[in-house]
């Protein structure tokens, strides 16, 4: 027994805080790329994550595959990112710098709002996959199956992010524009488009963050507040516009939550500001900051 | 000029005057409800309810022959702004206020009306009854936090052992299902394996789990509510708890086992003050599920009946008094008398004001739940096995007795 709790519990921990610091992980990587891309915070980041959620509660519904509801949740919700990103934010790069800014925060306003009238307030309930309700007992230990698979899933979504981003053409050219979008401009390529595939992409990674943590938690109108504000710690403690930063930054805090909640659970949401003010106070720019942008 | 001055000055002064008249006359209840944030869902029952009665009121000729108003604010779930909402009502005249489906911040409403010697009108499980809290203006047509759990031990440890924990939210009402909790485990000889204190607003409960395995227990308390019961009952069943353990809920609501969907399972138990099926017990249960249902396409919760029943109670009581802004004689008219109200005639213990009510302790139904019928009633608890006497509640023993774990 190690302070009053068998070895296998520590074990099962940190199984579950690399869960939950996953989704942390698939928000704070989408946040990172927005910033890093457009120099714009995205106070509407965890209402795309809201939107992930009842967009796999709608495709699961219509199609009775959770799978194929996952896929569209992600496309359908990265599309509505593209058309907002194109009609509105587009607008505003220009103004002063908290235009943008003002922007995402009136969206994070209006459509859980308007989620609310379309969808009632009643949440919305999105059942486990077949196949990964349960757990996998590995001796004494419990692995739920489904968390499991967020793990697995955020670190393919990660590879492929990094395949994506270090080896396409596409990926080479949305690096150049984070570091100086003029000179992209000026070697003639079409920053514009550059900027809405960029918000879009960072839009998409929160949905599917919703869309997973949808079974586990119901789709409400509401899920995302918090949300974006616990994606906004883990995007300092990684640094600003760093998706490498995002990534650690999303696994620290999962590990945070989980070993705070088994001793105190009461300070478990509180834990996760402390350790931010921590890491800042040692590194001021966050883990990887600017020097390790996209 | 100055003629035209007077004038002015003349016909505004008529004109208020016969506002604050015609105002003085006209009954009015403000409440403050959460319409956002994570108890939305039920906070918009409560409103349903409540409208349901002013409704019922004035088809009936209103109070004293005219409309009575019922006024409707969001408070938030933050007790900041329940003050700020009260103290609007208060500056506009109201003397009737009421709402909150937080304990916390039903205190906090109940020291304000003390304080402006209104009267207020929980609509939730709170202590206003008990110690300290009680003034004289403060009322609940809710339940004590001590009494559901009094129902629910009583059935767990008689059905599904001895050995329990417990999982609560980390704020006031939480706090005294908890001391009631421990005071009946004592009283039944359960074995006490530990708590689990979360802060509000939590979605994910994952982590708490490896400890809860680790123990063992026969029976899992949890006492928290809305979309935080959802989601922490959908993780319990994700891994396999409600199949090695039973769960009790200090507090369940229809909504929340709709939205937990086939998690909420016959493992799965929760006590409630009201729920739909009891219109097979009460006459005037039926009528009022039915004309909720019509109206509003579901039956009332058990926040909607307490809304319902307190807007219907405080009016009523105007009726009967005949005056709607003499709050003292308003009080004294409800502590006398017995009203009418879903489950029967119910009534106000003079002593504490705590409403005489009974408490429904309702089983999942899992994949088996359709549309609304989400849960079988397994029993109705009279209040005479929950609620404890008024010296004791005027001494707040013996759950005020208590030393929680972890404070």
Not at chain 1, 52 to 71: D, E, K, M, P, R
Not at chain 1, 105 to 110: I, K, N, P, S, W
Request: charged share 15%; proline share 4%.
């Amino acid at each position: 027994m190690l302070f009053g709790f068998p070895p296998e519990i520590y074990l099962m921990q940190i199984v579950f805080g690399l869960a939950l610091g996953a989704i942390y992980v698939l928000l704070a990587s989408g946040l990172s790329i927005i910033f890093g891309l457009l120099d714009v915070i995205n106070f509407a980041h965890g209402t795309f994550y809201m939107l992930g959620a009842y967009a796999v509660y709608v495709a699961v519904s219509l199609t009775g595959n959770f799978w194929i509801g996952l896929v569209c949740a992600v496309l359908i919700v990265a599309l509505f990112g593209a058309l907002t990103e194109w009609t509105l934010l587009k607008r505003l790069y220009k103004e002063e710098p908290f235009y943008p800014l003002l922007l995402t925060f009136g969206m994070a306003v209006a459509i859980p709002d308007a989620m609310k009238f379309i969808f009632g307030l009643i949440g919305k309930v999105v059942e486990y996959p077949s196949g990964l309700v349960g757990a996998i007992m590995a001796g004494p230990i419990l692995l739920p199956k489904y968390r499991l698979f967020i793990i697995v899933l955020t670190a393919f979504v990660m590879i492929l992010l990094w395949l994506f981003l270090k080896k396409s053409d596409l990926g080479m050219i949305i690096r150049a524009a984070t570091r100086d979008s003029l000179m992209v401009q000026v070697l003639g390529v079409n920053v514009s488009r550059i900027w809405t595939v960029g918000f879009s992409i960072g839009v998409g990674l929160a949905a599917l963050g919703g869309a997973v943590a949808a079974p586990m938690v119901s789709a409400v109108p509401d899920m995302g507040v918090e949300m974006t504000v616990e994606c906004f710690v883990v995007v300092v403690i990684g640094g600003l516009g760093s998706l490498g930063g995002a990534i650690l930054g999303g696994l620290i805090i999962g590990q945070v939550v989980s070993f705070v909640s088994l001793f105190a659970g009461d300070y478990s949401n509180v834990a996760i500001f402390f350790a931010m003010a921590v890491i800042l106070l040692i590194r001021p720019r966050g883990l990887f900051g600017e020097a390790g942008r996209l | 000029m100055k003629k035209v001055l007077w004038l002015l000055v003349s016909a505004f002064a008529l004109v208020t005057c016969f506002s604050t008249v015609t105002l003085a006359q006209t009954a009015r209840f403000g409440e403050a409800i959460p319409l956002t944030g994570p108890y939305a869902a039920m906070a918009e029952d409560m409103k349903r309810g409540s409208m349901l009665a002013l409704e019922e009121i004035n088809a009936a000729g209103g109070v004293l022959g005219k409309p009575a108003e019922v006024l409707i604010t969001d408070s938030q779930l933050k007790a900041d702004v329940t003050i700020r909402r009260f103290k609007d009502m208060m500056d506009q005249g109201y003397k009737f206020i009421g709402g909150s489906l937080s304990g916390g911040i039903s205190l906090v409403g109940n020291e304000f009306a003390c304080k402006n010697k209104l009267l207020y009108m929980a609509f939730c499980h709170t202590s206003i009854p008990v110690g300290k809290e009680f003034c004289g203006y403060g009322f609940t047509s809710a339940v004590i936090p001590y009494q559901p759990a009094s129902a629910l031990a009583n059935y767990a440890f008689k059905n599904f052992g001895k050995k329990w924990m417990s999982l609560t939210a980390d704020y006031r009402w939480g706090h005294d299902n908890l001391a009631a909790w421990l005071v009946n485990s004592e009283k039944y000889g359960g074995e006490f394996l530990g708590n689990i204190y979360h802060p509000l607003g939590t979605r994910d409960f994952s982590a708490f789990i490896p400890q809860i395995l680790a123990k063992k227990p026969d029976f899992l308390v949890v006492t928290n509510y809305g979309t935080d019961q959802a989601s922490a009952i959908k993780q319990l069943a994700e891994l396999g708890l409600t199949k090695k353990m039973k769960i009790v809920i200090s507090k369940t609501h229809i909504i929340t086992i709709k939205e937990t969907g086939a998690a909420f399972d016959e493992n799965v138990y929760g006590s409630s003050t009201f729920y739909w099926h009891l219109q097979d017990k009460y006459p005037e249960a039926k009528t009022f599920v039915k004309t909720f249902w019509d109206k509003y396409g579901s039956p009332p919760s058990q926040d909607g009946e307490c809304a319902y029943t307190a807007t219907k109670v405080v009016f009523s009581a105007m009726n009967k008094a005949g005056v709607v802004d003499d709050v003292d004689k308003v009080i004294e008219t409800i502590v006398s008398n017995k009203w009418p109200s879903p489950k029967g005639p119910t009534e106000w213990r003079p002593c504490d004001h705590a409403r005489l009510q009974s408490i429904c302790i309702l089983q999942g139904k899992g994949a088996k739940a359709k549309d609304w019928d989400v849960a079988t009633l397994v029993a109705e608890v009279p209040y005479t096995e929950t609620l404890e006497s008024c010296e004791n509640n005027k001494k707040d023993i013996p759950y005020g007795q208590v030393k929680l774990p972890g404070k």
